[in-house]
């Protein structure tokens, strides 16, 4: 009889920060991976830090901007096939504190807003395959099973 071993997941964060009917995304920079495309605010979560905090932490670290948890707005959960299975939390900001800035130019070239209607062409795939859900008003989805 094989032994079976629990799979330890890796989760992340994703941050839409909307003005209205835009969010902002960063250009990814000198990370190795996706070198270009846009991506939303997003990082990992670390140990002992519930997803709320985690999303506060990142907001804080990588945009500059104070978001208090009850600000943060479930939008949607991804089980990703990436690096043998992440689970990536989406979540909605519609209220914040301060103005967006780059604060990590080393993995960022620039921060833009564009409307969820007219994402951009150069988006990670399963970014945009998580905004679509989100629109359509589906809570989860799988992606590269």
């Not at 839409?16 to 605010?41: M, S």
């Not at 208090?68 to 989406?90: D, Y």
């Not at 921060?111 to 989860?140: K, M, S, V």
Request: net charge negative; aromatic share 10%; with cysteine.
């Amino acid at each position: 009889m094989t032994a079976s071993h629990r799979h330890q997941l890796t989760a992340d964060v994703h941050l839409l920060l909307l003005d209205g009917d835009q969010v902002l995304f960063g250009r990814r920079q000198n990370t190795g991976y996706e070198d270009g495309a846009y991506h939303l605010p997003s990082g990992h979560l670390e140990a002992g830090e519930s997803v709320i905090a985690a999303l506060v932490r990142e907001a804080k670290e990588e945009i500059g901007v104070t978001i208090e948890p009850e600000a943060v707005e479930f939008a949607h959960v991804m089980h990703n096939s990436s690096s043998g299975g992440r689970a990536a939390f989406f979540f909605a900001v519609r209220k914040w504190d301060g103005e967006p800035d780059n604060r990590e130019p080393d993995k960022c070239s620039e921060l833009a807003w564009f409307p969820l209607d007219e994402l951009p062409t150069h988006l990670i795939a399963y970014c945009r395959t998580a905004l679509e859900h989100i629109a359509a008003g589906q809570p989860f989805s799988t992606y590269g099973w």
